[in-house]
């Protein structure tokens, strides 16, 4: 598959998976799936997808429902791609992503989807059960989390 088709198509599925959640303070902690791992913490977040680093931002909790918002992006993850050679390994604002997407010639409807999909936050149901967390996304699909 094209590195950069792979790219938007995780980046839409990474963000289904980002639905953390603030107020309800057993959510806090690591949780991990078969792919990945997000670390919750008083309304900020971090996400890892198959052990690298990729994401962090910030999340509420109310009612059941998780908002996230996606604030920086991790460099050493783009860094595994070769469209995204040069990129430093350190924390991406979005305004500095957009940019790092311009120089790496990334389409200007891309790079527009982009921009409009991360800057939009991002809200699922969820539950806690034990050691279990379960996202609900509005299609139907459920994501299990197991605290680490």
């Not at 670390?39 to 509420?60: A, F, P, Q």
């Not at 860094?79 to 010639?105: A, H, M, Q, R």
């Amino acid at each position: 598959m094209n590195k950069r088709l792979y790219f938007s198509s995780l980046l839409v599925m990474v963000f289904g998976m980002i639905v953390l959640g603030c107020g309800d303070n057993s959510i806090n902690g690591t949780w991990v799936s078969d792919s990945g791992e997000i670390k919750y913490k008083n309304g900020n977040y971090e996400d890892s997808w198959e052990n690298t680093i990729m994401l962090k931002g910030t999340y509420t909790l109310k009612d059941g429902q998780m908002t996230s918002k996606v604030t920086h992006f991790y460099g050493k993850y783009f860094s595994e791609f070769d469209d995204f050679t040069g990129v430093d390994t350190k924390w991406y604002s979005i305004n500095e992503l957009i940019t790092v997407l311009k120089k790496v010639e990334f389409s200007d409807d891309r790079i527009n989807f982009s921009n409009s999909f991360i800057r939009t936050p991002y809200t699922m149901s969820y539950s806690i059960e034990g050691n279990t967390l379960s996202l609900k996304h509005d299609n139907g699909k459920t994501l299990i989390f197991t605290r680490k």
